[in-house]
């Protein structure tokens, strides 16, 4: 698909009512990998008309702030990839395997069986989505190389086929999503920065796979984690980017605000799109449109403007709503400034 110069994207979530969500919980869950249902404020008899109305109001928020492609808000997720992960099977949801990282413990599902996908997880989403906006849409899947980071394999006995069975299971899903007509399917990945070994190993064979035989256009998100939730200390550089360059996906949908990247990279990639993070989620306060019409500038002695959609760091879904919005709107005016100085 063609997209208008300097077009402009959300990337996943947007923030959770507090009346759906309790967000004292969701921040103590450090993004759940497995079920988490006691972050839901709303009976379960009730949830899902409760999540549908959050919904709307996450699409029209994108839509008034003049967002080109939106998403559903990723409104009905306890996390970016649990819900997916949790809803396959060949997996173990009793007795999550316990992994300890740093002071942390942290509840992840075991892969007791082959993988499986008894049917679609995110096409409703999508077809209400689509039934509700008339914008350019995007759908994010966790990533198969993230996926097998965030499992304890007790089944296939090697990380790189634990990697390529959950690929087909995307793969699945993403020609569903793509037969019931999403513009944009996008793959979070921010463990391929996290592991650059493994990633160069089988990171982009796993992306292939998952990518595979699709016509609709496709992208790749790496980040640094949740601005509210990671150090403020984040890398000035990814481990693993250039790569990417090889591997058949359109988009590469980057970090680069917060950890002040240097965009000199973005050369590696010069046949991708970039979907280029210029607002920093690791505050609420909103950047004024100048600095963002900085942050986008600064990008085009290596990215066409054609080649280039200026977007938030990663998700929206730790800020307040109030500043998710002044952010998006922001964003929207920067890019209008400088998408003007092409025409």
Not at 75 to 101: D, K
Not at 190 to 208: E, T
Request: aromatic residues 8%; negative net charge; glycine residues 6%.
């Amino acid at each position: 698909m063609k997209f208008p110069p300097l077009a402009t994207a959300v990337i996943g979530s947007y923030p959770q009512p507090s009346w759906l969500v309790d967000h004292a919980i969701l921040k103590a869950k450090l993004v759940p990998r497995v079920q988490a249902h006691e972050i839901w404020r709303v009976l379960p008899a009730y949830l899902k008309e409760a999540q549908d109305d959050a919904t709307l109001l996450a699409i029209r928020e994108q839509e008034r702030a003049g967002i080109d492609i939106i998403t559903d808000g990723e409104i009905r997720r306890e996390s970016y990839s649990n819900r997916f992960a949790t809803s396959l099977t060949g997996i173990a949801m009793e007795n999550p395997y316990i992994r300890r990282v740093e002071d942390f413990e942290i509840p992840v599902p075991r892969v007791v069986g082959p993988l499986g996908r008894p049917g679609p997880i995110e096409v409703d989403g999508l077809l209400f989505l689509k039934k509700n906006t008339s914008r350019l849409t995007k759908i994010t899947l966790p990533g198969p190389f993230t996926l097998a980071k965030q499992a304890y394999d007790e089944f296939y006995g090697d990380e790189e086929a634990l990697a390529m069975a959950y690929a087909a299971i995307v793969n699945a899903e993403a020609r569903d999503l793509e037969a019931a007509g999403v513009d944009v399917i996008q793959l979070d990945e921010p463990w391929l920065r996290s592991d650059p070994d493994g990633a160069v190993r089988y990171g982009v064979k796993a992306i292939n796979r998952a990518l595979e035989g699709l016509q609709t256009t496709t992208a790749v998100h790496l980040c640094f984690g949740y601005g509210f939730v990671v150090s403020a200390q984040k890398p000035k550089a990814y481990a693993f980017l250039a790569q990417l360059a090889d591997c058949v996906v359109n988009q590469i949908s980057i970090e680069a605000a917060q950890p002040h990247l240097d965009l000199g990279v973005l050369r590696d990639l010069s046949q991708k799109t970039i979907v280029l993070g210029v607002i920093d989620l690791s505050t609420n306060e909103v950047e004024s449109v100048p600095t963002l019409v900085d942050r986008i500038r600064r990008a085009l002695p290596f990215v066409s403007a054609d080649q280039l959609m200026p977007a938030p760091d990663c998700g929206l879904k730790y800020l307040t709503r109030e500043s998710a919005f002044g952010k998006l709107k922001a964003l929207v005016d920067a890019a209008r400034i400088v998408r003007a100085e092409f025409t």
